[in-house]
């Protein structure tokens, strides 16, 4: 199946996003919960205009675009060197995820017959959910061996080059 999603689950990438900003540019760990409701709060105020965009222009070139965006927001989260690249860059990855990410349920639902959408879904989910094991311990491995910085650049090089093959 290919990929038209994020390769792992956004709480894993969220875990991963959190403990760089208190890494990198010591975000304190009260003030990580507010990430999360500006990501949340991003996401819920673009994921109507995101799928709306979605109807509009089309799938695949939304999703490449969305490859794209986060691609230059995880060059972005490997360079952050202060606390307020942290919140710009989090809010943009609301924005991604918000805008970009029903582009992909959509796109499942655009390939497969109407009857069978519920297994396409539970299939999509599956491969995302077993891709997220090894792509989780490459990341651990990046990060132990190399940092955060790494982690974040191999993700960018990532989206970057499946963004041109597909």
Known sequence: MG??????PWYQEDALQLLA???AVSVLLSRSFLLIAIFNLV?????TKGGALSDSIGRRGLIVAGWLIYTAIY???ASASSQWHMWALYA???LYYGAFQGASSALIADLVLQHLR???YGIFNAALG????PASLIAGILWDRYGPARRFFSASRSRSSRSWAF
Not at 43 to 47: G, M, R
Not at 130 to 133: F, I, S, T
């Open 3 to 8: 990929h038209y999603g994020t390769l792992q």
């Open 21 to 23: 900003a208190r890494e």
């Open 43 to 47: 996401i819920s105020a673009t994921s």
């Open 75 to 77: 060059f972005g989260l």
């Open 92 to 94: 943009e990855y609301g």
């Open 118 to 120: 519920g297994t396409a």
């Open 130 to 133: 077993v891709a997220a094991l």
